[in-house]
């Protein structure tokens, strides 16, 4: 329990503005290391306590996955332990994934194909979900979702809030994850195709701000 409130601390006091279009850079990494000698702390205190024996639980290196993803927030940094290390599994494997498909491309000398990073991203997406809510996924897709990095840089101009970020998100967000898997990228739309998915996604972001707002979008 220690180690789990010391982890919501610093994920909290780490947290980026992932609202803005600002990448994630030092505080995430920030945290990370903090997280690591906090685990390492804890087994320390454990067994110097009840003994070498002692099982030190969450924080022992012998139970612990890598951190290979800054779990940043009051959500994500609450995640109880073996929710946490399953997502930093997911993370692992999807970095994996990635890696391997981008050396396989790169050896056949040929370019990427974006259906199949989309597919990548689906199955990263569907693994999460096995494991996390609803809410708590979002918070991830939130942070650090390949939609969530374009939309940043797209209204970067409006510095919006965290609430115009998050609804304008989670309303195009499906929208464009599900043309990506079934065309890869906009550029493969024919002319009307993409006037249409414009038209549609651009009326779905003037609902959700204001008109004040929509106007300096």
């Known amino acids: 329990e220690w180690l789990r409130q010391q982890r919501v601390a610093h994920a909290v006091a780490h947290d980026f503005a992932w609202w803005k279009a ?7 990494e920030a945290f990370g290391d903090k997280y690591t000698q906090l685990r390492a702390r804890r087994a320390e205190l454990v067994r110097k306590h009840l003994g070498p024996e002692a099982d030190p639980g969450e924080g022992g290196t012998a139970t612990e996955v890598p951190i290979v993803g800054n779990l940043s927030g009051p959500v994500l940094g609450a ?9 930093q599994e997911i993370c692992a494997r999807s970095m994996d994934r990635s890696q391997g498909y981008f050396n396989n491309r790169q050896n056949e000398g040929v370019f990427l194909n974006q259906g199949d990073l989309a597919r990548l991203r689906e199955q990263t997406r569907s693994d999460l979900a096995q494991v996390l809510t609803p809410e708590e996924l979002e918070e991830f897709l939130l942070r650090y979702s390949h939609n969530a990095n374009r939309l940043r840089t797209e209204m970067a101009a409006l510095e919006p809030t965290q609430e115009e970020f998050r609804e304008v998100f989670r309303a195009v967000d499906a929208l464009e994850h599900r043309l990506q898997l079934e065309y890869g990228a906009i550029d493969s739309l024919s002319a009307r195709q993409r006037e249409d998915f ?3 996604r651009e009326e779905i972001i003037k609902r959700i701000l204001a008109p004040e707002r929509y106007q300096k979008y």
């Open 198 to 200: 414009e038209r549609q």
């Open 22 to 28: 600002e990448p994630p850079v030092t505080a995430g």
């Open 79 to 87: 995640l109880p332990r073996e929710k946490y290390n399953a997502v």
